[in-house]
């Protein structure tokens, strides 16, 4: 009998390359006929390796989410960007590998960060996801997300939709 290893970590800059190559897979599974294919491209194309160990350089609060040792998915958190809500944390990123969907990893990482961010003292949390991403949307709403805001962003000179989750503080709700 073998027993598979999964472990969530705080990023090191060794996990850049596999980041980096995580975040091109889920952005263009995420986001391929949402957002025009040459700006997805130049966005993906923007944070490569050395983007990603800068990132982990400068402290950015940042999770791994690893199977086997390898980087299987990734979350970025901290303070809300969104002041007016009474959510102080905020997950500003959670991608996983699109072969890694569907088996449990992304709760997990949400979970995870979710702890995180309580450790950081910033109670209850949101996040942004785009409307039309189907795959975000569903994932939030099985873990109970509370739909709080509807808003838009400006992403390559065009206004998309999106909206905004929050959960309470952890054990309050």
């Not at 160990?53 to 199977?67: H, P, S, Y």
């Not at 999106?162 to 503080?169: F, G, K, Q």
């Amino acid at each position: 009998m073998s027993t598979l290893s999964i472990d969530v970590q705080r990023a090191a800059i060794e996990d850049a390359a596999e980041i980096a190559a995580v975040h091109d897979a889920a952005w263009r599974y995420a986001y391929r006929g949402i957002l025009d294919g040459v700006e997805l491209e130049r966005m993906i194309e923007r944070r490569g390796p050395r983007w990603w160990a800068k990132a982990i350089a400068r402290n950015i609060a940042m999770l791994v989410i690893k199977v086997e040792g390898r980087v299987a998915g990734y979350a970025t958190l901290g303070p809300s960007r969104m002041r007016a809500l009474p959510f102080r944390g905020e997950i500003y990123e959670l991608y996983l590998h699109p072969d890694m969907h569907g088996i449990g990893l992304g709760r997990r990482l949400f979970e995870e960060a979710r702890a995180a961010l309580a450790d950081m003292r910033l109670d209850g949390l949101v996040v942004r996801v785009l409307a039309s991403n189907a795959v975000g949307v569903g994932f939030y709403e099985r873990l109970s997300g509370h739909q709080v805001v509807d808003s838009s962003e400006e992403i390559a000179g065009r206004l998309v939709p999106v909206t905004v989750y929050a959960w309470p503080p952890v054990g309050r709700g």
